[in-house]
């Protein structure tokens, strides 16, 4: 790592304004006249540039900024990204009135992605995965987690996984996989959800932690899926296996999956359309996560909005993502996600760009090493064209990135 950055693979940014995201700090964190420091892919310096000690400095390769700004390199914390083909017919069925349950119910959703990647093999999923992967990154993105899901069995979700992990070896941006075996009834299952999270929790999740192909444990905790005795199950199992978990929860209705993954000491909740009061209070205890998920909202038509004014007041973090999927949210753009989470939903801009940095970290558990503009942490930053860092919610389909860099380059 920083061979091309000179002997000591050394590289300044100067001349920018940052906005460091550091947890406490005034809202933003924001430096003007601030410069960074990377020596081997780790930040050693972010703050004032008359401040910065000349030992960073030192036979560094100098990037004048402009005046640009600098926030940290952008996180989606929660995306299905590796699928195959995709699923417009069902969109025209429900542009014709069907619901999204309906759609499901009747054979399609979650289940026709499923009968796609099963045929599809593990170099064609990665095909289909890097545009997707590319929209995102175009837009700063630097770290993403990718969900198996479509799988849902032991060869077809290692596969998944295995393929979201390739996607590290073939873009420069860091890949964090979470096993989501326990997202829907495969069609083989005849109904058997018991049995299905009997072969999730005894054969799949084992056989997964074995190969290290999963970094979390994620499930779908909903009428169409599981319940939470079943959700209980698979994290009891990932528990065993020393795996963080993390659930899609409240999203359709209140099964109070919230609660549920706080009483696990989930890194996140996702979704919560429907959490109540109690969920939030159990979520801030616990420091879970709330992610919110404004693609899907909007896609699917969803009138109830997660309960916003609840998690701030329980000082629940929130983190913002894509959602990134064939059947709920076909979306790969994280600025257009944090326009809608302010427009939808009323977060601030200070919250949306918090969501998709330092609480999109703290979601995946990588706060110690991403997320924020600060000593110790990966170099990851989006350089942007812009006069305020409002414009990057407040836009919708125009990209200001000017440069992205991953771990110094
Ligand atoms: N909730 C969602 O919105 C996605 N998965 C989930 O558990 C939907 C995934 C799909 O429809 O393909
Ligand atoms: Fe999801």
Redesign the pocket.
């Known amino acids: 790592m920083g061979g091309a950055n000179g002997k000591s693979g050394l590289r300044v940014w100067r001349n920018a304004r940052l906005a460091t995201m550091a947890d406490g700090v005034a809202v933003l964190g924001i430096v003007e006249k601030g410069a960074i420091a990377a020596r081997d892919g780790l930040i050693v310096y972010a703050g004032a540039e008359a401040d910065m000690p000349a030992s960073a400095g030192q036979g560094a390769e100098t990037v004048d900024c402009e005046g640009r700004w600098i926030t940290p390199g952008l996180i989606d914390c929660h995306t ?1 990204l590796v699928y195959a083909g995709n699923r417009a017919n069902e969109f025209e069925m429900r542009l014709a009135g069907a619901t999204y349950e309906e759609v499901a119910r009747a054979g399609g ?2 289940v026709s ?1 499923v009968k796609s990647l099963r045929e599809a093999s593990e170099d064609e999923l990665v095909a289909q995965t890097l545009p997707r992967l590319d929209a995102l990154m175009a837009e700063g993105v630097t770290t993403v987690e990718v969900k198996s899901g479509y799988g849902l069995d032991l060869d077809n979700e290692k596969k998944s996984l295995r393929a979201a992990r390739r996607l590290a070896n073939e873009r420069p941006v860091t890949v964090r996989t979470t096993c989501l075996a326990a ?1 829907a009834l495969p069609p083989e299952a005849h109904g058997g959800k018991d049995a299905f999270i009997d072969l999730v929790a005894g054969t799949i999740l084992p056989d997964v932690a074995a190969e290290k192909l999963a970094d979390a444990v994620d499930g ?1 905790c909903e009428g169409i ?1 599981f319940s939470p005795e079943q959700m209980a199950r698979v994290f009891d199992k990932a528990k065993a296996l020393g795996l963080p978990v993390k659930l ?1 929860a409240d ?1 359709l209705s209140n099964l109070h999956g919230a609660a549920l993954a706080a009483s696990y000491g989930a890194l996140s909740a996702d ?1 919560l359309e429907y959490t109540d009061e109690a969920g939030a209070a159990a979520m801030a205890k616990a420091g879970t996560v709330a992610t919110i998920l404004p693609g ?1 909202y909007y896609f699917i038509r969803e009138t109830k909005k997660p309960p916003v004014e609840l998690f701030r007041r329980h000082g629940v973090k929130m983190a913002v993502a894509t ?1 990134s ?5 076909p979306l790969t753009s994280l600025l257009l996600t944090m326009n809608m989470a302010a427009t939808l939903f009323g977060l601030t801009v200070d919250e949306c760009l918090a969501g998709v940095t330092r609480e999109a970290a703290r979601a995946l558990g990588l706060l110690d090493k991403a997320g924020t503009l600060e000593s110790g942490k990966s170099a990851d930053l989006a350089i942007w064209d812009i006069e305020r860092p409002a414009e990057l919610v407040y836009r919708m389909g125009f990209n200001p990135l000017h440069a992205r860099i991953w771990r110094g380059q």
Do not use: E, K, V, Y
Not at 325 to 329: E, L, Q, W
């Open positions: 299905h959703g979650i992605s997202h779908f899926a899609h999203q979704h899907a959602d999927n064939p059947g709920t949210s």
